[in-house]
């Protein structure tokens, strides 16, 4: 069957570049096309992912409209082997009678730094693997770029914590006139 490309914004990496940089082809995460491809490979997973109470896992959703799943501590360009993502977050998962189902569901990756608007993206690709879910992010992170600066902020008001500026409302950080040092975006209080 041939990859078709799901619908939504693309987000290209934005992280840092040393960290793109360690991403090995053939290594991303494990492609969930159904709920039967959360059990197992509990030596690359440390567990399987429909524990219970276990940690969480790095989420990407690939061009193809695909989930796939890496350990937490994983970086999301390593589990999208480096390529551009329609959704990116961490997730996890409870089992029920009825089949797995998504316990939390974010949008939080400083490498990719989704709006919260890729939530239907994501939404699409737990629908076609069958995996019950909310009816939207359980944790949404707004990430805005500061014109004036250049810097990352992950938005609780919207104001720039290093200069004040107003925040555009709209997603920005395809495009950056100064990399933030280091990749890790400011949260601005």
């Known amino acids: 069957m041939a990859a078709v490309t799901a619908p939504g914004r693309r987000y290209a990496y934005v992280g840092p570049p040393e960290l793109r940089r360690t991403v090995v082809d053939g290594a991303g995460g494990r492609v969930i096309r159904s709920a039967a491809d959360l059990e197992g490979e ?30 937490r501590r994983s970086e999301h360009v390593a589990c999208a082997e480096g390529q551009d993502v329609l959704g990116a ?9 009825g089949g797995p189902q998504v316990h939390e569901v974010s949008n939080q990756s400083t490498g990719y730094r989704p709006d919260p608007d890729s939530w239907p993206t994501v939404a699409a690709a737990l629908d076609r693997a069958g995996i019950a879910r909310p ?4 944790h949404a992170l707004v990430f805005r770029r500061c014109e004036g600066r250049g810097e990352h902020n992950v938005v609780r008001e919207a ?12 997603w920005n950080m395809a495009a950056s006139r100064q ?3 280091h990749g890790v975006p400011r949260i601005s209080a």
Request: glycine share 14%; proline share 14%; hydrophobic share 30%.
């Open 42 to 71: 509990p030596e690359r997973d440390g567990g399987t992912a429909a524990d219970d109470g276990g940690e969480p896992f790095t989420h990407v959703v690939g061009r193809d409209g695909l989930l796939r799943l890496a350990p």
């Open 179 to 181: 990399p933030q040092p």
């Open 89 to 97: 977050g961490e997730i996890s998962f409870r089992r029920t009678p």
């Open 159 to 170: 104001v720039c914590v290093f200069r004040d500026d107003d925040l555009p409302p709209d």
């Open 135 to 138: 009816d939207g992010f359980t």
